[in-house]
């Protein structure tokens, strides 16, 4: 019972000391700019703060909501494709995903007032879609993730274990170990080794992420003055993030083939790494706006934004799979583990809350003879982003964030000309959001270019398609750490990925 009871806590205290640790872009992911909600808004480059005039406003500028004469239901589907085309140590992988999701299902209307304007809207949108993807696959001459301290984790006989005990300990505990990646470790040699160091290993896999972010918006504008207007947009944010990456490492170039080698690792094959992770997240924020109209023709918009706060649970877990030339092949979820101290692939948690900086925003909006041009920006310092609340201490990308992120000025412009005759309305827009890490490249900045038409069904029914393409580059740490072998650090990077992304939005609007 007292071997148990050890056992388990030196279970706990591993558990706790290797857990796949967070990174910034855990945050970053709630915090980059949101898709932005209304086809029209959308095919405008989403230059709408100051020219929202539907239910989309509670996305835009709550404000603008006191614009509206009429009432509104409106239903949007969205259909998006993830195209990478990434490059691992001079080879190129092409990987593709495609999704499909309710956009919006939105309704606002006006309120009869004496004078002025009141109206008020509720709406459920689709704010973030994580659904990514890239592959990889080269032969690395220089390191190997088998060899990693990290992945190993070779802090030795720390507990001062009798051998056995050891063994039946890292049998629990170590993936390295269970799948035969390891020497034997013995009195002698306490500490665990491989035969990785020199590389040599085609490295490939597929990573691929899903889920996304939505929000339920509730919201109104009203008058304050002649051509003035405020308003107010409650959001609560609710959604999943899951990831998945197939790691994998092969001895394609017979490495380890020699007369001797007759025990495993020395007859490697091939190992199958497989990562998996799931986030429930949940938030709200809090939106203001305010709307100015000197004229007929010009608009003037701006908007406060507090920050989000989100509530994330996190849950990692890695498992894997081996085979030797000698027709052995080891699994993690197959091998038998000591039930006294618990299973091989434990579900690392860890609950956490990040809270994003504030935004501010502002919008121009000009219009004559059916014809609308709009522009906007918004601001925000995203080197103030902050984890806390934490199971697991994650205070270091605080400091990171300080260090590594900076102040991010989004803006766009669009345009929109009505042709009445025939009850036809074009659009077009482009939208810039730089990369939020400092010292970046341009060819990092997101980059959206949007095209939309809308057609009136009736005097009250208008069907609607846009179209955005959004293209940026961005990088993968596949691995980084200190190597077992030679205690340097190593690392395997997809130092390019060029990615594409197609988004087909259609609306459909009952207005009354």
Same mark, same amino acid.
Request: charge should be negative; glycine fraction near 8%; proline fraction near 5%.
């Given at each position: 019972m007292l071997k148990t009871l050890t056992l388990s806590m030196i279970l706990v205290v591993y558990s706790l000391g290797t857990a796949h640790a967070q990174n910034l872009s855990d945050a970053l992911r709630l915090a980059k700019e949101p898709m932005g909600t209304g086809a029209r808004s959308i095919s405008m480059g989403g230059a709408a703060?100051? &020219?929202?005039?539907?239910?989309?406003?509670?996305?835009?500028?709550?404000?603008?909501?006191?614009?509206?004469?009429?009432?509104?239901?409106?239903?949007?589907?969205?259909?998006?494709?993830?195209?990478?085309t990434a490059s691992f140590l001079g080879n190129t992988s092409v990987q593709t995903l495609t999704n499909t999701d309710l956009a919006s299902f939105g309704y606002a209307s006006p309120i009869q007032t004496v004078r002025g304007h009141l109206a008020f809207g509720i709406s459920y949108d689709r704010v973030q879609d994580y659904h990514t993807t890239y592959s990889f696959s080269a032969v690395n001459l220089n390191s190997s993730l088998l060899d990693t301290k990290r992945f190993v984790d070779n802090t030795g006989n720390r507990f001062g274990l009798s051998t056995a005990d050891y063994r039946s300990f890292l049998d629990a505990n170590n993936l390295a170990w269970a799948l035969f990646l390891t020497h034997d470790v013995d009195s002698a040699h306490p500490n665990l080794t491989t035969p990785f160091g020199n590389g040599g290993l085609l490295q490939s896999g597929t990573v691929t992420e899903e889920g996304g972010m939505n929000a339920l918006r509730f919201g109104g504008g009203i008058d304050v003055a002649e051509n003035l207007a405020v308003g107010a947009t409650?959001?609560?944010?609710?959604?999943?993030?899951?990831?998945?990456?197939?790691?994998?490492?092969?001895?394609?170039?017979?490495?380890?083939?020699?007369?001797?080698?007759?025990?495993?690792?020395?007859?490697?094959?091939?190992?199958?790494?497989?990562?998996?992770?799931?986030?429930?997240?949940?938030?709200?924020?809090?939106?203001?706006?305010?709307?100015?109209?000197?004229?007929?023709?010009?608009?003037?918009?701006?908007?406060?934004?507090?920050?989000?706060?989100? &509530?994330?649970?996190?849950?990692?877990?890695?498992?894997?799979?081996?085979?030797?030339?000698?027709? &052995?092949s080891h699994s993690s979820t197959d091998e038998l583990t000591n039930p006294d101290?618990?299973?091989?692939?434990?579900?690392?948690?860890?609950?956490?809350?990040?809270?994003?900086?504030?935004?501010?925003?502002?919008?121009?909006s000009f219009s004559l003879s059916g014809l609308t041009i709009s522009g906007d920006a918004d601001f925000s310092d995203?080197?103030?982003?902050?984890?806390?609340?934490?199971?697991?201490?994650?205070?270091?990308?605080?400091?990171?964030?300080?260090?590594?992120?900076?102040?991010?000025?989004?803006?766009?412009?669009?345009?929109?000309?009505?042709?009445?005759?025939?009850?036809?309305?074009?659009?077009?827009?482009?939208?810039?959001?730089?990369?939020?890490?400092?010292?970046?490249?341009?060819?990092?900045?997101?980059?959206?270019?949007?095209?939309?038409?809308?057609?009136?069904?009736?005097?009250?029914?208008?069907?609607?398609?846009?179209?955005?393409?959004?293209?940026?580059?961005?990088y993968h740490i596949l691995y980084n750490g200190e190597s077992l072998s030679t205690n340097k650090d190593v690392s395997a990077i997809v130092n390019a990925d060029d990615v594409i992304q197609n988004q087909v939005l259609v609306s459909f609007s009952f207005r009354f």
């Open positions: 703060i100051a &020219s929202a005039n539907d239910f989309s406003a509670l996305d835009w500028n709550p404000a603008a909501l006191t614009l509206m004469d009429f009432g509104e239901v409106n239903l949007s589907l969205l259909i998006r494709g993830h195209n990478s409650v959001n609560v944010f609710f959604g999943n993030y899951n990831y998945r990456r197939v790691y994998s490492e092969k001895d394609v170039n017979n490495i380890f083939t020699a007369p001797n080698d007759t025990l495993p690792p020395d007859n490697f094959q091939s190992a199958q790494i497989i990562d998996t992770r799931s986030q429930s997240q949940a938030g709200f924020s809090l939106k203001l706006g305010l709307l100015a109209s000197p004229n007929d023709h010009l608009r003037f918009g701006f908007t406060f934004e507090t920050p989000e706060v989100f &509530s994330v649970e996190d849950q990692f877990q890695r498992t894997g799979r081996t085979t030797f030339r000698d027709g &052995s101290v618990g299973s091989l692939n434990p579900i690392i948690v860890n609950n956490y809350t990040v809270t994003t900086p504030m935004k501010f925003g502002a919008g121009i995203l080197s103030q982003l902050r984890y806390s609340n934490e199971d697991v201490d994650l205070s270091d990308l605080n400091d990171s964030a300080r260090q590594n992120l900076g102040a991010v000025l989004n803006w766009r412009f669009g345009a929109e000309y009505v042709i009445k005759p025939i009850g036809l309305i074009l659009r077009a827009g482009f939208g810039l959001n730089p990369s939020p890490y400092k010292n970046d490249p341009s060819e990092y900045d997101t980059k959206n270019i949007s095209a939309g038409v809308g057609i009136l069904l009736s005097k009250s029914a208008i069907a609607e398609i846009t179209y955005r393409r959004t293209n940026y580059r961005t």
